[in-house]
């Protein structure tokens, strides 16, 4: 009998780690997925229709995907005509929760401000990721690209071009291979940094990203960008990187990925939002009361709500109180005033766009700093996707259209 038990509870065990392998999901997650309220979620919970498989600190219950996709094929889901099988996907690379963030398993808090972008960006990759530094040829390439270029040519456009130089120079482009993937990836965000109006390498402190950047965003000191960029070096299946997904699942190199990733990142609903939060922000920081007042009267103000976080949004509160030092006091106490209010009013929770936006007006910024923190930032949670990828079927995604238009009599 007692072996009897000893193979049951051996079996629950088993059964127990191979949900987790499959992926989990915390109560939150479990009611998006099934398109339900959470209380929804709690009364499977109490009727035994569904089971926590653990507890997590500061996470709370934790479910086995493989049970959730049950009920949702039970019939059980509140999904009506959601979207095809892929948009399952599994990842260890960012975990993002209603208020935290956490690169495999390390909390970006941790992070920010004790290690270098390279650092992370190597422990999202899984791998050294380090390319040699551009050459003097390499660099008149892209110099004699981006020379051409009209004055009104935007960053997000450079940089796009700055990807393309670099994978037309890589001789090895069409490597597939993990190790190539990461080398692009680090060697894509140096041509773009190097695109950039007078940018160049930086005399002291060696080749790093953050160090290239202050040659652009003069003014901006090295260690509060570098934070910076860590805070925004990935964010789980965001748009840019499911594109990311899909381009390498064709069987894209590596650079076409990244332009596929700074294709979807292109976008005021995306990646430069902080041109929007910005304009919004001279105005909040003058007189919040007519920011407020607006905000409750109208439209949701720029850079407030998250389809993510519900509590905070980690990378902005981070980099706010890395801002501090730096603030005015009176407008940092107006921002604070707009945004406890909208919270506690609205449930709208500021998100990084404003914190963005404020290092910009702090520093003293070019109006486009924001677009070019992010883009070169997100090269790495990119490239860290890619290569998960590649252990992937190739071909997954593939989203099944029901036909609507008009039919042959």
């Given at each position: 009998?007692?072996?009897?038990?000893?193979?049951?509870?051996?079996?629950?065990?088993?059964?127990?780690?191979?949900?987790?392998?499959?992926?989990?999901?915390?109560?939150?997650q479990?009611?998006?997925?099934?398109?339900?309220?959470?209380?929804?979620?709690?009364?499977?919970?109490?009727?035994?229709?569904?089971?926590?498989?653990?507890?997590?600190?500061?996470?709370?219950?934790?479910?086995?995907?493989?049970?959730?996709?049950?009920?949702?094929?039970?019939?059980?889901?509140?999904?009506r005509?959601?979207?095809?099988?892929?948009?399952?996907?599994?990842?260890?690379?960012?975990?993002?929760?209603?208020?935290?963030?956490?690169?495999?398993?390390?909390?970006?808090?941790?992070?920010?401000?004790?290690?270098?972008?390279?650092?992370v960006?190597?422990?999202?990759?899984?791998?050294?990721?380090?390319?040699?530094?551009?050459g003097?040829?390499?660099?008149?390439?892209?110099?004699?690209?981006?020379?051409?270029?009209?004055?009104?040519?935007?960053?997000?456009?450079?940089?796009?071009?700055?990807?393309?130089?670099?994978?037309?120079?890589?001789?090895?482009?069409?490597?597939?291979s993990?190790?190539?993937?990461?080398?692009?990836?680090?060697?894509?965000?140096?041509?773009?940094?190097?695109?950039?109006?007078?940018?160049?390498?930086?005399?002291?402190?060696?080749?790093?990203?953050?160090a290239?950047?202050?040659?652009?965003?003069?003014?901006?000191?090295?260690?509060?960008?570098?934070?910076?960029?860590?805070?925004?070096?990935?964010?789980?299946l965001?748009?840019?990187?499911?594109?990311?997904?899909?381009?390498?699942?064709?069987?894209?190199?590596?650079?076409?990925?990244?332009?596929?990733?700074?294709?979807?990142?292109?976008?005021?609903?995306?990646?430069?939002?902080?041109?929007?939060?910005?304009?919004?922000?001279?105005?909040?920081?003058?007189d919040?009361?007519?920011?407020?007042?607006?905000?409750?009267?109208?439209?949701?103000p720029?850079?407030?709500?998250?389809?993510?976080?519900?509590?905070q949004?980690?990378?902005?509160?981070?980099?706010?109180?890395?801002?501090?030092?730096?603030?005015?006091?009176?407008?940092?106490?107006?921002?604070?005033?707009?945004?406890?209010?909208?919270?506690?009013?609205?449930?709208?929770?500021?998100?990084?766009?404003?914190?963005?936006?404020?290092?910009?007006?702090t520093?003293?910024?070019?109006?486009?700093?924001?677009?070019?923190?992010?883009?070169?930032?997100?090269?790495?949670?990119?490239?860290?996707?890619?290569?998960?990828?590649?252990?992937?079927?190739?071909?997954?995604?593939?989203?099944?259209?029901?036909?609507?238009?008009?039919?042959?009599?």
């Open positions: 009998m007692d072996g009897e038990m000893g193979g049951q509870m051996d079996a629950q065990k088993d059964a127990r780690m191979d949900a987790r392998m499959d992926g989990e999901l915390t109560t939150t479990v009611a998006d997925y099934l398109g339900v309220k959470v209380q929804t979620v709690y009364a499977y919970v109490s009727r035994g229709v569904l089971t926590p498989v653990r507890r997590a600190p500061g996470t709370g219950s934790l479910f086995a995907l493989t049970d959730v996709r049950g009920l949702l094929q039970g019939g059980r889901a509140g999904r005509g959601g979207p095809a099988a892929s948009d399952d996907v599994r990842t260890q690379v960012t975990e993002v929760t209603a208020g935290r963030l956490a690169y495999r398993g390390h909390d970006v808090a941790d992070l920010a401000g004790t290690h270098t972008f390279e650092q960006r190597e422990l999202l990759v899984g791998m050294p990721s380090e390319a040699p530094w551009p003097r040829g390499e660099r008149e390439s892209l110099t004699t690209l981006t020379g051409a270029m009209p004055d009104r040519t935007g960053v997000m456009d450079r940089f796009k071009h700055a990807v393309l130089v670099a994978g037309t120079t890589d001789l090895g482009r069409h490597d597939r993990p190790t190539a993937f990461a080398r692009a990836g680090a060697r894509a965000a140096a041509f773009m940094g190097l695109s950039l109006p007078g940018a160049h390498p930086a005399p002291t402190g060696g080749p790093t990203l953050a290239t950047l202050t040659t652009y965003l003069a003014g901006s000191p090295a260690d509060l960008l570098d934070a910076a960029l860590v805070l925004l070096a990935d964010h789980d965001a748009v840019s990187t499911t594109a990311v997904r899909v381009a390498v699942s064709s069987g894209a190199d590596p650079y076409s990925a990244l332009l596929a990733g700074l294709a979807a990142a292109d976008s005021p609903l995306h990646l430069t939002a902080s041109l929007q939060a910005l304009d919004w922000l001279t105005g909040a920081l003058h919040p009361q007519a920011a407020i007042d607006a905000a409750l009267t109208g439209r949701r720029p850079g407030f709500g998250h389809v993510v976080y519900t509590e949004d980690p990378r902005a509160q981070l980099l706010l109180d890395l801002l501090e030092p730096e603030c005015d006091r009176a407008e940092l106490a107006a921002l604070r005033t707009v945004e406890a209010e909208l919270l506690e009013r609205r449930g709208w929770v500021l998100n990084v766009d404003v914190a963005l936006a404020l290092l910009v007006c520093l003293r910024l070019p109006r486009d700093a924001g677009p070019v923190i992010f883009a070169c930032a997100r090269t790495a949670g990119w490239t860290a996707h890619a290569v998960e990828e590649l252990r992937e079927p190739g071909m997954r995604f593939r989203l099944r259209g029901v036909y609507s238009g008009p039919r042959q009599s």
